[in-house]
């Protein structure tokens, strides 16, 4: 979800209260006007008497709650914790990302792990001992950022703009972590295979 659609959430609550501002106003005339008696009966009369203003006022608290909603039901066509290999999904079910840094990230990893899967068919062992190795050490790190930011979202004070770029990064955590294990079972097998 962008952070534009995340940042009107507030403005739509501002324009329903200024709206329900402006309809309390012109209870308050109405009383002084026509001499009703007591607050509450001249509001609700208000209300009544403008149907177009509480239609609206409705159709904007939805739209309010829909987007609140959608910041945490939006997610990728596929479910990620599903998936085994990332790298066989077809490109228009690829993961979402809200931030451009890592759509393009996402992108090169792509390219960089299909890359080393053809170089794995031909490399020599000491070559995928070594990659093993770091992919290894790599993937306790892609781990430990992952478990920092479930944290940090399970903290619940985090701004609407903080929340979308820490799921953003989680989703890129996830994915990493993913076709990092695939890699690494891969080398394993060849490992494995190479000493026999």
């Given at each position: 979800m962008?952070?534009?659609r995340l940042n009107s959430i507030p403005s739509d609550e501002k324009i329903l209260k200024t709206r329900a501002d402006e309809l309390a106003d012109d209870a308050d005339e109405m009383d002084q006007d026509e001499g009703f008696g007591g607050g509450g009966g001249a509001y609700a009369s208000a209300f009544d008497g403008d149907e177009t203003s509480l239609q609206m006022i409705e159709a904007l608290e939805k739209e309010a709650k829909r987007r609140g909603l959608?910041?945490?039901v939006e997610e990728d066509l596929v479910d990620l914790d599903q998936i085994d290999d990332i790298l066989a999904l077809p490109e228009d079910q690829f993961p979402r990302f809200t931030l451009a840094k890592n759509k393009a990230r996402f992108l090169r990893m792509v390219s960089w792990y299909k890359n080393k899967q053809e170089w794995l068919e031909v490399?020599?062992?000491s070559g995928v001992q070594k990659m093993f190795k770091q992919q290894t050490k790599e993937l306790v790190g892609i781990r430990a950022s992952k478990l920092d930011f479930e944290m940090e979202l399970e903290t619940g004070t985090l701004t609407p703009s903080q929340r979308s770029y820490r799921r953003d990064e989680?989703?890129?955590c996830k994915v990493h972590e993913k076709m990092a294990v695939n890699l690494i079972a891969k080398m394993q097998?060849?490992?494995?295979?190479?000493?026999?």
């Open positions: 962008n952070h534009d959608d910041e945490e490399a020599p062992l989680l989703k890129m097998v060849k490992i494995k295979s190479g000493r026999r």
